[in-house]
């Protein structure tokens, strides 16, 4: 028994490490892997809706896992971490490319840097209720 | 005027109180600032700019590493600039420690000028800050081959080819020790990009200290620097 679940963190162990390598990455080979991947467990699950009786537990068995819930399980364990990984460097990704879109628009709504120094050599220019926009405007239009 | 090739860039971020101070006191030395507005929900931004600040105001809050990296783009636009400060809009650098740190790059033999809070004894934080601080230097300075004494001090003098180089994507807390690990990794000709540190005094006022991060913060700057 101890023996057993020793390969079994092994296993698991070995299929974190697989699950990192595969879900982490962006390129196509990682991509076209985790879709047939998915093929193939979907052929499998219709294989075992078709044949209900033993299919999963015989594959626990022949994996040294003891049923086949468990292994489902387990399945679930490393997908769910698949998934977190994938879609915390999704996020990365996006929020990279949003903070350089909002950061165009926000470079180019200001003032340019040189246009601003020459024209506040006072600073009150900018004082009272007078809205900067019309300057800015101005600026860019040249 | 003195220090017109200087841009102090200052995130900005809902600091109504005390921004218009501190950009008037930074004026009376450093004529260029640029405040970038991070989505401000009071008037921080209209302040700074009655202050005399040029503000560049992003349309929604993106975080203090975002900001800094916007001020950096901004103040390349300007093709006088030679020098970059990075200040905090909060009130804790004193004015006089950036005139030593840019007197100090402007003798040439370096490219970037950190503040440190721990080279002198001025600067009074609390034991378990100090401790927090520390690991991050030690942290900061295992994994980028840098030599600070305080990485994760908001006062910092680049010069405009460490500025053109870098490019902060930690949008939030982590953005401190990027800076520095993408100077320590930065070859200019093949040279490591030389730098020195300046002892500074951070003012922990009471405003400041009710705004400053917990020390839970930490463990969100780790894993914002290991899970990059």
Same mark, same amino acid.
């Given at each position: 028994?101890?023996?057993?679940?020793?390969?079994?963190?092994?296993?698991?162990?070995?299929?974190?490490?697989?699950?990192?390598? !595969?879900?982490?990455?962006?390129?196509?080979?990682?991509?076209?892997?985790?879709?047939?991947?998915?093929?193939?467990? /979907?052929?499998?699950?219709?294989?075992?809706?078709? #044949?209900?009786?033993?299919?999963?537990?015989?594959?626990?068995?022949?994996?040294?896992?003891?049923?086949?819930?468990?292994?489902?399980?387990?399945?679930?364990?490393?997908?769910?971490?698949?998934?977190?990984?994938?879609?915390?460097?999704?996020?990365? $990704?996006?929020?990279?490319?949003?903070?350089? !879109? $909002?950061?165009?628009?926000? /470079?180019?709504?200001?003032?340019? $840097?040189? #246009?601003?120094?020459?024209?506040?050599?006072?600073? #009150?220019? /900018?004082?009272?209720?007078?809205?900067?926009?019309?300057?800015?405007?101005?600026?860019?239009? #040249? | 005027?003195?220090?017109?090739?200087?841009?102090?860039?200052?995130?900005?971020?809902?600091?109504?109180?005390?921004?218009?101070?501190?950009? +008037?006191?930074?004026?009376?030395?450093?004529?260029?600032?640029?405040?970038?507005?991070?989505?401000?929900?009071?008037?921080?931004?209209?302040?700074?700019? %009655?202050? +005399?600040?040029?503000?560049?105001?992003?349309?929604?809050?993106?975080?203090?590493?975002?900001?800094?990296?916007?001020?950096?783009?901004?103040?390349?636009?300007?093709?006088?600039?030679?020098?970059?400060? =990075?200040?905090?809009?909060?009130?804790?650098?004193?004015?006089?420690?950036?005139?030593?740190? @840019?007197?100090?790059?402007?003798?040439?033999?370096?490219?970037?000028?950190?503040?440190?809070?721990?080279?002198?004894?001025?600067?009074?934080?609390?034991?378990?800050?100090?401790?927090?601080?520390?690991?991050? @230097?030690?942290?900061?300075?295992?994994?980028?081959?840098?030599?600070?004494?305080?990485?994760?001090? +908001?006062?910092?003098?680049?010069? %405009?080819?460490?500025?053109?180089?870098?490019?902060? =994507?930690?949008?939030?807390?982590?953005?401190?020790?990027?800076? @520095?690990?993408?100077? +320590?990794?930065?070859?200019?000709?093949?040279?490591?990009?030389?730098?020195?540190?300046?002892?500074?005094?951070?003012?922990?006022?009471?405003?400041?200290?009710?705004?400053?991060?917990?020390?839970?913060?930490?463990?969100?700057?780790?894993?914002?620097?290991?899970?990059?």
């Amino acid at each position: 028994m101890s023996r057993q679940s020793a390969i079994q963190i092994l296993l698991i162990l070995a299929t974190l490490v697989i699950a990192w390598r !595969l879900l982490a990455g962006t390129g196509q080979r990682t991509q076209a892997v985790r879709r047939l991947g998915l093929l193939l467990l /979907l052929g499998l699950v219709a294989y075992s809706i078709i #044949d209900p009786s033993k299919t999963w537990t015989n594959l626990a068995r022949a994996l040294g896992v003891g049923r086949g819930a468990d292994l489902i399980l387990y399945g679930l364990a490393v997908a769910f971490l698949g998934f977190v990984v994938t879609t915390y460097k999704r996020f990365r $990704a996006m929020e990279v490319r949003y903070t350089r !879109l $909002a950061r165009r628009i926000a /470079l180019d709504e200001a003032p340019r $840097a040189y #246009d601003r120094v020459k024209s506040t050599g006072s600073p #009150d220019t /900018l004082t009272g209720d007078v809205p900067p926009s019309p300057s800015v405007k101005a600026a860019d239009a #040249d | 005027m003195q220090n017109e090739d200087v841009w102090l860039v200052v995130p900005l971020y809902n600091e109504a109180a005390v921004i218009a101070d501190v950009v +008037g006191e930074a004026r009376t030395v450093f004529p260029n600032i640029v405040c970038v507005d991070d989505g401000s929900r009071d008037d921080s931004a209209d302040l700074a700019e %009655r202050a +005399g600040a040029t503000v560049v105001r992003h349309p929604i809050n993106l975080g203090q590493g975002a900001a800094l990296q916007t001020g950096f783009e901004f103040a390349l636009g300007d093709p006088a600039m030679r020098y970059v400060v =990075t200040y905090d809009a909060d009130g804790q650098h004193q004015v006089h420690d950036v005139e030593v740190m @840019v007197e100090r790059i402007r003798r040439g033999d370096v490219r970037v000028v950190f503040g440190s809070r721990f080279l002198d004894e001025r600067t009074e934080a609390s034991a378990s800050k100090r401790l927090v601080l520390r690991a991050a @230097v030690a942290y900061t300075n295992a994994t980028t081959g840098t030599r600070l004494t305080d990485a994760h001090n +908001g006062l910092r003098v680049l010069h %405009r080819d460490v500025v053109e180089k870098l490019d902060i =994507t930690q949008n939030r807390m982590a953005h401190a020790s990027e800076i @520095v690990a993408q100077i +320590g990794s930065m070859r200019f000709a093949g040279a490591k990009v030389a730098y020195a540190e300046e002892p500074v005094h951070i003012l922990y006022t009471d405003y400041s200290k009710a705004k400053g991060q917990s020390l839970w913060n930490a463990v969100n700057i780790l894993s914002e620097l290991i899970w990059r």
